[in-house]
């Protein structure tokens, strides 16, 4: 008889976004009259640049003609968009080589994945708030131990809590971690880190032999000089450190999909060779994936080239005006707010004590206004909320103005 994987059933219930939907939904049944104003996802909502759709329609053209046709691409990705992101590494100062470049249908899958390159015995340390696949893959593979609700946690996972003190950078464990999970830009409370910050999290991994996950994510939204794009602006981090990025949040390819991991060939392991992790991440990649939709790879050589940049960082800006809005806003109501300047999300503290789902009521049922509380990604998230600034400029105007008129 078949029965369910006992890792699977360790997952706790995901909570957070369907219990935002049920309480919007009761909401708008009680208020039939008014119109839910959404500052809760963290979904892009602006068109393409017109330079990637140039590029995306061409690609359908060339698939059109038997003479042009092609199918399956190069396992590691296309070689003219790899080249594109070495170039956009060596940039920054950066020398990474074609095969540490691995292009995927974008840095969820990543993230989820990259933990079955390593043993299942790894200690695993996180962020606490986070986004939460770091946790949910490695309790899905069997590297955790239970839920327990007292700790509104995992059992055998390191969590390293962020608090406003930090600005909401954790500093790296007391005690030994085999992978690191980092997000910067943060992802929920819009942190950044400095090098000094980073220095600190790559001297812990050459010091324990651990591999860093480093989720770049949103590194195009960084405006403020000197704060590191890349990990590997940290010297050493070849050595620790797996990088994952995406065009979801640079290019708007949340539904295009599109992201990309480079594990270097310097990366290394206790028990094998150099070189090791980038061929067993070779190897997984070439088995259970057979690479990124080619005319998503037109669209992201695209979103790459000069033009592609220039309009992407224009689509970048608008959303982090809309952040500054959403962040100036909340400021005048006397709230404390944290990110938003170099990341689309403000993480705001709760007003009065409130804890982030008592905040989340009072938004809803005074402004109409919905956000995601800060509890559901983690327990040193309790206070807080996440504002997102993806949304159409219109509507987050008005959903400020709701707050500051009704809160
Ligand atoms: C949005 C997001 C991603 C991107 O995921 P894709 O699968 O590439 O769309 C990755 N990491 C974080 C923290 C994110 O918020």
């Known amino acids: 008889m078949a029965r369910c994987s006992e890792y699977f059933m360790r997952l706790s219930s995901g909570y957070l976004f369907p219990e935002v939907a049920r309480r919007t939904k009761a909401w708008q049944e009680r208020n039939p009259d008014r119109s839910v104003l959404r500052l809760g996802i963290g979904n892009t909502t602006e068109a393409l640049p017109p330079s990637i759709i140039a590029a995306m329609h061409h690609k359908l053209d060339l698939l059109s003609d038997r003479a042009t046709y092609t199918g399956y691409g190069d396992e590691q990705g296309d070689v003219p968009l790899r080249e594109a992101i070495c170039r956009r590494y060596s940039e920054l100062g950066i020398a990474i080589g074609m095969n540490e470049v691995f292009v995927s249908d974008g840095a969820k899958s990543d993230a989820a994945n990259i933990q079955s390159i390593f043993s299942t015995d790894s200690i695993i340390a996180v962020q606490d708030p986070s986004y939460p696949v770091y946790v949910d893959s490695n309790v899905a ?128 392991a206790e028990d094998a060779p150099r070189g090791t992790l980038n061929r067993l991440w070779n190897r997984r990649q070439c088995t259970f994936f057979n690479g990124a939709s080619c005319i998503a790879q037109a669209g992201g050589i695209a979103a790459l080239s000069p033009e592609g940049r220039k309009e992407c960082d224009e689509l970048v800006s608008y959303y982090l005006g809309n952040a500054r809005i959403i962040k100036e806003g ?20 709760c007003p009065d004590n409130l804890s982030s789902w008592e905040f989340f009521d009072l938004l809803l049922d005074k402004a109409s206004v919905v956000v995601t509380p800060g509890s559901g990604f983690g327990s040193a998230g309790e206070g807080y909320v996440r504002v997102s600034a993806y949304g159409h400029r219109e509507d987050v105007v008005k959903a400020v103005k709701s707050i500051e008129e009704n809160i």
Not at 339 to 347: C, N
């Open 330 to 349: 909340l400021e005048r109501k006397g709230l404390t707010c944290f990110g938003g300047v170099d990341s689309p999300y403000v993480w705001a503290a």
């Open 141 to 268: 593979s069997g590297h955790t131990g239970l839920y327990n609700a007292d700790a509104a946690g995992y059992s055998g996972i390191v969590y390293m809590p962020a608090y406003a003190d930090s600005h909401f950078v954790a500093s790296p464990p007391e005690e030994h971690a085999d992978l690191i999970y980092l997000c910067f830009p943060n992802n929920p409370t819009g942190a950044v880190a400095t090098k000094e910050q980073l220095r600190q999290f790559v001297d812990y991994a050459l010091r324990h032999h651990s591999v860093i996950i480093f989720d770049a994510a949103y590194s195009d939204y960084i405006r403020t000089p000197d704060i590191p794009h890349s990990i590997y602006e940290i010297e050493g981090a070849e050595r620790c450190a797996i990088e994952l990025n995406s065009f979801s949040k640079y290019a708007g390819f949340t539904g295009v999909r599109l992201g990309w991991s480079i594990v270097p060939e310097a990366l290394e």
